[in-house]
């Protein structure tokens, strides 16, 4: 079965780092652009970070500076590395690919989510 694993989410206080980890699973021929989303309580999902199969990144500006993303092609693997977090970083963050599957194409798929907290 094909599917986005994310990992590394916990708590942590202000000004403290996490690096997210996101690992695609199963039969996969490839992975074209990939990307980090957030979505924080009572609001809507938001883009903050991607990266293209080539490594080409767009930060968003509430993360500029302190979120950095990444990929290891060979791996099916992007992270996140996320500094100098503040309270408002606080959301269940997903990771978001475009892979290439065997007689299927193209698709589209989430993972499930890992939560990120911080304290103040």
């Known amino acids: 079965q094909v599917r986005l694993v994310e990992s590394g989410g916990g708590m942590v206080q202000a000004g403290g780092s996490l690096r997210l980890s996101c690992v695609g699973f199963?039969?996969?021929?490839?992975?074209?652009?990939m990307a980090w989303y957030r979505q924080a309580p009572g609001k809507e999902r938001e883009l903050i970070a991607k990266?293209?199969?080539?490594?080409?990144?767009t930060i968003e500006d509430s993360v500029k500076g302190r979120f950095t993303i990444s990929r290891l092609n060979a791996k099916n693997t992007m992270y996140l590395q996320m500094n100098s977090l503040q309270p408002e970083d606080t959301a269940v963050y997903y990771c978001?690919?475009?892979?290439?599957?065997?007689?299927?194409?193209?698709?589209?798929?989430w993972g499930q989510g890992t939560q990120v907290t911080v304290s103040s």
């Open positions: 990266i293209t199969r080539g490594g080409t990144t």
């Open positions: 978001n690919a475009l892979l290439w599957l065997p007689q299927i194409g193209r698709v589209d798929r």
């Open positions: 199963g039969s996969i021929i490839s992975i074209d652009d």
